[in-house]
């Protein structure tokens, strides 16, 4: 079972960015989906899910109205648009999959993580 991210790089602020991850070894299509990141030197964070159906989805207060969440349940992928970009929006991003679903999930929620993709906002 594997969740792979692709999509980041290096941009500049202001800028946009769309991350895509795509889940292999088991559908995914009923899970909630979402994304983590890791900012330098600080603690992993929840950034946003996405309910099976997606319908039904929530952001951290630091992205909402910048980041977008959405999924493809036929292609087994959840993606993260991602506009107006910052400094602070600096950080390794995590794919995640939850059986069950969390408006702000902790890490202990996860029950799948993908590797991260690094997101690098310059000013």
């Known amino acids: 079972v594997q969740l792979q991210a692709s999509g980041g790089g290096l941009v500049q602020a202001g800028d946009s960015l769309r991350l895509s991850c795509v889940g292999s070894?088991?559908?995914?299509?009923?899970?909630?989906m979402g994304w983590f990141r890791q900012p330098p030197g600080k603690e992993r964070e929840f950034v946003s899910v996405?309910?099976?159906?997606?319908?039904?989805?929530s952001y951290a207060d630091s992205v909402k109205g910048r980041f977008t969440i959405s999924r493809d349940n036929g292609a087994n992928t959840v993606y993260l648009e991602m506009n107006s970009l910052k400094p602070e929006d600096t950080a390794v991003y995590y794919c995640?999959?939850?059986?069950?679903?969390?408006?702000?999930?902790?890490?202990?929620?996860?029950?799948?993580w993908g590797k991260g993709t690094l997101v690098t906002v310059s000013s």
């Open positions: 995640v999959a939850m059986v069950y679903w969390y408006v702000r999930p902790y890490q202990n929620n996860v029950n799948y």
């Open positions: 070894g088991r559908t995914f299509s009923r899970d909630t």
């Open positions: 996405i309910s099976w159906s997606g319908r039904t989805k």
